[in-house]
Nanobody
Framework: QVHLVESGGGSVQSGGSLRLSCAVS????????TGWFRQAPGKEREGVAA???????SHADSVKGRFTISRDNAKNIVYLQMDSLKPEDTAIYYC????????????????????WGQGTQVTVSS
């Protein structure tokens, strides 16, 4: 059984930083790839960043240079360091996990993931 426990959301002013954490538990084959999606009010859900157990990463263009995904395989925790936050980053952020993807080009597709966390709110004020 797979479990995802997210933490680290909150409110911050524009230009500030937050770090999200996702504790992942479950079968190795089902949690090979872990990432973050977000959904803002009235907008579609979008992939933010993802990383697999080998450390291969992908970041959405909208967050490149500002967000960094990393993982601690010993602790089974995936982090999303968010710097230079903007009001448009305001959204509910979901941790997701799934099996190995054939290519990193699939990392930010919802179809690559079978399990979703409950979500954590990130609010950036101007």
């Amino acid at each position: 059984q797979v479990h995802l426990v997210e933490s680290g959301g909150g409110s911050v002013q524009s230009g500030g930083s937050l770090r999200l954490s996702c504790a992942v538990s479950g079968y190795f084959s089902e949690t090979y790839l872990t990432g973050w999606f977000r959904q803002a009010p009235g907008k579609e859900r979008e992939g933010v960043a993802a990383i697999d157990i080998d450390g291969v990463r992908s970041h959405a263009d909208s967050v490149k240079g500002r967000f960094t995904i990393s993982r601690d395989n010993a602790k089974n925790i995936v982090y999303l360091q968010m710097d230079s936050l903007k009001p448009e980053d305001t959204a509910i952020y979901y941790c997701v996990t799934g099996p190995r993807a054939l290519t990193s080009r699939l990392f930010l597709r919802q179809s690559s993931y079978n399990y979703w966390g409950q979500g954590t709110q990130v609010t950036v004020s101007s």
